[in-house]
């Protein structure tokens, strides 16, 4: 008997013990008026925690911000987000989302439209490109929180040494591979079976003219467009390359992985986002790399296709939106145009080193201090070609990566395979 | 009472229904299962009919303007393709694998469970430590194990840089090992409660009449526990046959490591095409039932027959 009692006493003090969290977290939202934002926002070394913080204070007690930070892959962030959101969760008044999911986001009904006249306030001073991301049928869903684009970067000896000038206007993918395999070094580009690989292969047909999706705005009834000039150009580059001495290990291949072979011995040419020049300063400092191999690292717009026509730099980063459920709506595009003003994001790019959507970010002093590519980043991501603005791009990217992987086997077939199978994973006819 | 009246020569004469206490047994039976089997309902029976009706959708949660009512579309194409097949192999391989494996091993333990004297406690704690392991856990303990750049396996083995995960073969000897390591434990604990039902007169009564021990095991021990013997496989292949976590944290499904869940899970979760995923699902659950099937009618054993007093 005396057992049971103790067991009813026991059960009895757990569940008061709930009752009571239950009624301090529900405390802890309700929180005496004030509306409580939460931004769902990339990890990052706290530079968008510590603004959220500045505008809630100076919003003067019009709400109050937390930050709920996401994983740091973006397939799992979208993930996180899609389970969210479509749950109709109105936790989610403000939330990062990559360049490339933007649409399928919007498409979806999860992100509540900016009006015209925040559009303009918004997006005043920004590059194009960037804010093309944001866009889905000519409404703006979110607003470039960040930017990005590719550059080539390649070793000024060598270059000087293979008599080949990366910066001059009409450099192209061709006479980088022969230059590279004439100094038996090596290029560094992203080949592994992941998204860094859908950026370079998007990239090679945007700057030769073509496109993955004839029109991308049809969702699921878009047309893959890659058996083209451009698309069998873009094949033909990254099968020579893949077949030549210059890649080190191409179908394995990420982002850091070809620093690493660029800062080495081998190293010549690398495609690669502009953190690597601060990354490569800091390993300089940290004495892992003599400051000769930095002093000897150029810069220049990414590579031509072909040698008419202007390079279309990847372009990288992530939009601001706002939750379609979200309770204070208002209150959050408040804080999106806080947080997103020319001096944060400036800030934002010296403090982090994710690159601003404003074109006046490059005029900034200090900026033009810490980067002395400034005004090539900037020229780059304003030229710089998105990856198709879809809402099926999982489907899109996935059939490419698919039948591109390894890029040793890519041939003069492969773009009318890749257009083939694309056309029946997003009809349904084949999985994925 | 004269006569005894065993089950068989009831059954014979058709009244085991009217016997007051297999009626009376059944009521109470009846009435003890049905709140589970209410709860079962509302939490298995509804999700299920759910999906059922999702499966014969073409349906993406990120566009719901273009559901469209696709009739069995959606199973002919899972049967079609490359990637379906693929993915069963690789299921099939390793349940394969896993359970033999398991099953032999399983035994060993069990004997030795059962027989030792000294250090009884000690020894069942050890061998039952693995289950107690959350999966994810000791599926990251082995990735750490035999990766190129953090592993001991390597070194210990002299083999260099091989990645282990690199190839379909390499990486599911692996994963089959961490799924062996990690569950044999709870074949082995099902095999002990069978082993300690076995009488043990009727051990004497075969040592009497010179069996020698492999015969005991197979004509006493063995038949004695099959009802044990088939709730161990029963169980563990179909747990296997659901494998996850392993092949998730270790190859992320690259190589052709993809299992028939991870399909499942890709496609419902990653591409949230929940047609085509609840029709995968729906594919899973059949060939569960199938296999749950044959074990029930290879092994000729209606678990609901065996009751305790008999």
């Known amino acids: 008997m005396k057992q049971v009692h103790r067991q009813w006493r026991r059960v009895l003090a757990a569940t008061g013990a709930l009752a009571l969290a239950a009624g301090l977290l529900s405390g802890c939202s309700g929180g005496g008026g004030t509306p ?9 070394n706290g530079g968008a925690g510590a603004r959220a913080q500045q505008c809630a204070d100076a919003s003067g007690g019009a709400y109050r911000v937390r930050l709920e930070t996401l994983p740091n892959d973006a397939t799992q962030q979208r993930e996180q987000l899609v389970r ?22 919007a498409n979806a009904g999860f992100l509540r439209p900016y009006t015209t006249d925040e559009q303009a306030r918004l997006t005043a001073g920004m590059l194009p490109a960037p804010v093309e991301t944001g866009m889905w049928k000519n409404t703006l869903y979110a607003v470039p929180f960040k930017s990005n684009a590719q550059l080539l970067w390649y070793r000024k000896s060598l270059a000087a040494a293979a008599d080949v000038d990366p910066t001059s206007a009409g450099f192209t993918w061709d006479e980088m591979i022969k230059a590279a395999v004439g100094q038996s070094k ?41 058996q083209s000039r451009a698309g069998e150009k873009a094949a033909e580059i990254i099968g020579n ?73 990847p372009l990288g980063g992530a ?37 601003s959507p404003y074109a006046a970010s490059y005029d900034d002093p200090e900026v033009r201090e810490n980067y002395p590519n400034a005004d090539l980043i900037r020229d780059s991501i304003a030229h710089g070609g998105p990856r198709p603005l879809t809402p099926f791009y999982v489907d899109v990217a996935g059939s490419v990566i698919q039948t591109w992987h390894p890029p040793d086997s890519v041939n003069a077939e492969t773009p009318a395979r890749t257009d083939q199978f694309m056309a029946d994973v997003l009809s349904g006819r084949r999985l994925l | 009472m004269t006569t005894v009246e065993t089950p068989s020569t009831r059954e014979a004469r058709g009244d085991i229904a009217t016997s007051d206490r297999a009626r009376g047994e059944r009521r109470l039976g009846l009435y003890l299962t049905l709140p589970s089997y209410i709860v079962m ?29 696709v009739w069995l579309q959606n199973y002919w194409v899972i049967i079609t393709d490359p990637v379906w097949w693929n993915d069963f192999v690789t299921t099939l391989m ?52 035999f990766a190129i750049d953090s592993g001991f396996v390597n070194q210990w083995l002299a083999l260099g840089g091989f990645n282990w995960f690199g190839d379909r073969w390499s990486a599911i000897f692996v994963i089959c090992l961490s799924e062996i390591w990690k569950t044999t434990p709870f074949i082995s604990l099902l095999l002990l409660a069978g082993l300690a039902q076995v009488p043990e007169d009727t051990q004497e009564a075969a040592k009497v009449d010179g069996a020698t021990a492999w015969q005991r095991l197979y004509k006493v021990t063995l038949p004695n526990m099959k009802a044990a013997i088939m709730v161990a496989l029963l169980f563990r292949t179909l747990d296997a046959w659901r494998i996850f976590d392993n092949p998730f944290v270790m190859t992320g499904g690259a190589n052709n490591t993809e299992t028939i869940s991870f399909l499942a899970y890709r496609q ?21 039932v199938v296999i749950a099937w044959i074990f029930v009618k290879g092994f000729k054993t209606d678990l609901s027959q065996v009751r305790g007093g008999q």
């Not at chain 1, 959101?85 to 933007?102: F, N, P, R, W």
């Not at chain 1, 495609?271 to 000897?296: C, F, I, M, T």
């Open chain 1, 36 to 44: 409580l934002l939460t931004w769902y926002a990339m990890p990052d």
């Open chain 1, 84 to 105: 969210r959101l479509a749950a109709g969760d109105s936790s989610i008044d403000v939330v990062s989302v990559d360049v490339v999911y933007t649409a399928e986001f």
């Open chain 1, 186 to 226: 090596k290029i560094s580009e992203q080949g592994a079976r992941y998204e860094g690989y859908m950026v370079w292969i998007n990239a090679l047909v945007l700057s030769g003219g073509g496109q993955i999706l004839e029109n991308a705005d049809a969702g699921r009834d878009a047309r893959p467009d890659l």
């Open chain 1, 241 to 313: 390359l893949a077949r030549s001495t210059a890649p080190a290990d191409l179908s394995t291949a990420k982002e850091e992985q070809g620093r690493a072979t660029f800062q080495s011995d081998d190293g010549m040419f690398m495609l690669n986002w502009p953190y690597v020049l601060a990354a490569a300063r800091s390993a300089v400092k940290e004495g892992n790399l003599p400051q000769s191999v930095v002093d000897d690292i150029g810069w220049a717009r990414y590579p031509r296709v072909f040698p008419d026509m202007p390079s279309a730099p």
């Open chain 1, 319 to 355: 939009n601001l939106g706002i939750g379609n459920y979200s309770k204070h709506p208002d209150e959050a595009v408040a804080l999106v145009e806080c947080v997103n003003t020319l001096e944060k994001a400036t800030q934002y790019m010296l403090d982090e080193g994710e690159p």
């Open chain 2, 41 to 69: 309902i509302l939490v298995t029976a509804y999700p299920l009919g759910y999906a059922l009706v999702l499966s014969l959708y073409n349906y993406r949660l990120t566009d719901p303007g273009g559901r469209s009512f």
């Open chain 2, 94 to 145: 390793i349940t394969v694998i896993t359970v033999a494996v398991e099953l032999l091993l399983g035994f060993w333990f069990a004997f030795v469970m059962l027989r030792i004297i000294r250090g009884r406690g000690p020894l069942r704690t050890a061998i039952l430590i693995p289950y107690g392991i959350v999966t994810v856990v000791s599926a990251f303990i082995w990735r750490y194990a």
């Open chain 2, 268 to 288: 419902n979760v990653t591409l949230v095409n929940l047609g085509m995923g609840s029709a995968v699902s729906v594919m899973l659950f059949l060939t569960v």
